[in-house]
């Protein structure tokens, strides 16, 4: 199986036409045909289905697209840790990170690592903490910033700590509950969850925590943005890093004054346990530890 066949079929699938893809891999459009009926004719199956705005990917097209996608960041990757083992600090490192660690961690260490080693690409997205070991087990970021959970695969992963927070509940500044005192008054209130279900929730561990069933969900967002736009429109209640509620961002958001304590989070490093890392991933980790020993002085 050629690479230059596998360029071409991502190319297509990904511009969504045969002529977008001959243009963006610089060869003829008949060129860029002969080299994805190469493909099907090895693989005997249909890669590609043609339609009246151009082409998209079979069933069989999307499995091959979904690994070509895997073996092209691996040749990346592996072109990168080559040259940065001989000396050259160039390349590109992917980070996803939880909005707690994007707030708080990130500001200073890419301003550090990016002084230190400017041709080093950041590329640095938030996402919800399920969706970044996922992305991180099938190697489409190279390091995760995030909650370290219990029972964290140690065989699959790897974690370093850099910062504990606490998980508390948070209400809109005039809010009727923004004086509650104990768990049990806001067990019937609407809550915010943050994250792909209900049963994985924040909230729903902290309630089970204390012996209380979860309470019902208001909404269900996937950003902090979100979460802080509901918590500020009306009387819902959700659970945030206690440093953001000194954040210009948390300003109309209070914490809800509870006897119990809240969710503790531990906010680590984490990469893949049999992957090769990187010089600059490396150094990307030892920039994560200043800007947390900073937070800590």
């Known amino acids: 199986m050629k690479l230059k066949a596998l360029q071409a079929l991502v190319a297509a699938i990904e511009e969504g036409s045969l002529r977008g893809a001959a243009r963006r891999m610089g060869v003829s459009q ?24 151009g082409v998209r990917p079979t069933p069989q097209g999307q499995v091959l697209f979904e690994h070509a996608l895997k073996v092209a960041r691996e040749l990346a990757t592996a072109t990168d840790q080559i040259q940065q083992l001989g000396g050259q600090m160039t390349g590109e490192i992917q980070v996803a990170a939880v909005p707690v660690a994007m707030m708080l961690l990130m500001p200073e260490t890419l301003r550090t690592f990016s002084r230190a080693y400017p041709d080093i690409r950041l590329r640095v997205s938030e996402e919800l903490f399920v969706e970044q070991l996922q992305k991180l087990r099938n190697g489409q970021v190279d390091l995760v910033v995030g909650g370290i959970p219990e029972g964290l695969p140690s065989g699959e992963f790897i974690a370093e700590e850099l910062m504990t927070t606490s998980m508390i509940v948070v209400a809109r500044r005039g809010s009727r509950y923004a004086r509650a005192k104990r768990l049990s008054e806001l067990t019937q209130a609407a809550w915010v969850y943050t994250g792909t279900s209900a049963q994985t929730g924040y909230a729903t561990r902290l309630f089970e925590s204390h012996g209380l069933s979860a309470p019902p969900v208001g909404a269900m967002v996937n950003s902090t943005l979100a979460l802080l736009a509901l918590l500020g429109s009306g009387d819902l209640l959700g659970l945030m890093p206690e440093q953001i509620i000194a954040h210009p961002l948390g300003q109309d958001i209070v914490r809800v004054p509870l006897e119990e304590a809240g969710l503790p989070l531990t906010v680590g490093a984490i990469i893949r346990s049999g992957s090769v890392v990187s010089p600059a991933i490396r150094q990307f980790i030892a920039h994560l530890h200043r800007a947390a020993h900073q937070l800590k002085a």
Do not use: C, F, G, N
Request: glycine content about 0%; overall charge neutral; charged content about 25%.
């Open 30 to 53: 008949p060129a860029l045909t002969k080299l994805v009926r190469e493909l099907e004719i090895e693989l005997a199956a249909p890669l590609l289905a043609r339609h009246s705005q």
